[in-house]
């Protein structure tokens, strides 16, 4: 039984977070990070997005599918009735564009696992959906991986499924933030594994896979822990909001129209 006189001992603090979104977010627009992450105002500003629900259905029929212990998903006819069942419709603007993008979902699902039930597997599936963490010192960079195989030599390769993509590229793997992020958080947390990274186009089939090497590894955590603590040190009281392309297709575009000092892109 604890002393009357005795202190109660604080919990420590958690440490801020930042995920590959919240990145790229950041480095599109420090504004729109700021009404998505920051200022609450921002919430009231946000709308559904069609491709959005479109993917995040694709993805959850396709975490059935390659996870072993459900077994009432394991074959392509039986995803794609998963899939509708879970059909996300958040986002359409009518009821035939939200039909239309179900029929071309399923369609999708099924010339997708269908190939695949028609190749030898080229290794196991070890981790669906699965959120990892890496230390960062200020903060924890995290990151959730579609799907991790583990390869005949022990390799991880980590695999991302594109819903809108047609083609692929090892360039594209290269060049995306996140498929980075995952093999650097990977790679940290099982240092005794070599780990890749894939992008599936679902709507084509294409694959392409890219292993980043030690010096990289090292170059991305440094450039990491430099973008992180920006974001954590920003003044977001003094944000000033910067007109660029994206601006026409954000939903806080009329929230930057209400600083004084936004100004307009000037047409082409």
Avoid at 59 to 85: K, P
Avoid at 126 to 146: M, N, W
Avoid at 173 to 197: C, G, H, K, P, T
Wanted: net charge negative.
């Amino acid at each position: 039984m604890a002393n009357c006189g005795d202190v109660p001992k604080k919990s420590p603090e958690r440490k801020p977070s930042l995920s590959p979104t919240k990145i790229t977010t950041y480095l599109a627009c420090p504004t729109k990070y700021m009404w998505t992450y920051v200022n609450p105002r921002g919430r009231y500003y946000m709308r559904a997005k069609s491709y959005f629900s479109f993917g995040t259905s694709l993805h959850q029929a396709l975490q059935r599918f390659y996870d072993a212990g459900d077994t009432g998903v394991t074959t392509a006819s039986e995803a794609v009735a998963a899939l509708e069942e879970s059909w996300i419709d958040s986002g359409y603007e009518t009821p035939d564009q939200m039909a239309d993008a179900l029929s071309e979902g399923k369609e999708i699902l099924a010339r997708h696992l269908e190939a695949v039930e028609q190749r030898p597997p080229s290794g196991k599936t070890v981790f669906i959906e699965r959120q990892f963490r890496h230390d960062l010192g200020e903060f924890v960079l995290i990151g959730r991986v579609d799907r991790v195989d583990e390869l005949e030599d022990g390799t991880y390769r980590i695999i991302d499924y594109k819903s809108g993509r047609e083609s692929v590229s090892e360039d594209d793997v290269r060049n995306d933030i996140a498929m980075s992020i995952y093999q650097l958080i990977l790679s940290r947390r099982f240092d005794d594994r070599r780990v890749e990274a894939s992008i599936v186009a679902l709507r084509s089939g294409e694959e392409a896979t890219v292993r980043l090497s030690s010096a990289q590894f090292a170059e991305l955590e440094q450039d990491l822990v430099a973008i992180g603590q920006e974001i954590l040190r920003r003044n977001w009281d003094e944000m000033t909001p910067v007109a660029k392309p994206l601006c026409e297709r954000c939903d806080f575009l009329p929230l930057c129209r209400q600083h004084p000092d936004y100004e307009p892109l000037l047409p082409a």
